[in-house]
Nanobody, 122 residues
Framework: VQLQASGGGLVQPGGSLRLSCAGR????????TTWFRQAPGKEREGVSC????????YYADSVKGRFTVSRDNAKSTAYLQMNSLKPEDTAIYYC????????????????WGKGTLVTVSS
């Protein structure tokens, strides 16, 4: 099983980025995908989750209305579209998967990808 998050970078406040989480070596339609982030000096937190077929999504209150999670199982990839970015969104973003339904709890995750750094700064 391989998960690879990509798409991070430096962006100005108010800008946008789209993160991708590409999976290999497992049947992606059997796993929900959750995005987490960890800011410097803070604990890792769940940001958003998309169900196995993309029909159900969840968001942390801090990103509702600004972030959109989606997936394309034909491409074995999940996405996190981040708009109206704020300096407090600066963090390393990780994607993780678990069997069946969504969870925003890191202890429920089965596999993790390496993170991608998002920096929001002017």
């Amino acid at each position: 099983v391989q998960l690879q998050a990509s798409g991070g970078g430096l962006v100005q406040p108010g800008g946008s980025l789209r993160l991708s989480c590409a999976g290999r070596g497992f049947p992606v339609e059997g796993y929900s995908t959750t995005w987490f982030r960890q800011a410097p000096g803070k604990e890792r937190e769940g940001v958003s989750c998309v169900s196995r077929r993309g029909g159900t999504t969840y968001y942390a209150d801090s990103v509702k209305g600004r972030f959109t999670v989606s997936r394309d199982n034909a491409k074995s990839t999940a996405y996190l579209q981040m708009n109206s970015l704020k300096p407090e969104d600066t963090a390393i973003y990780y994607c993780a998967i678990k069997n069946f339904g969504c969870s925003m709890n890191e202890n429920d995750m089965k596999y993790w990808g390496k993170g991608t750094l998002v920096t929001v700064s002017s």
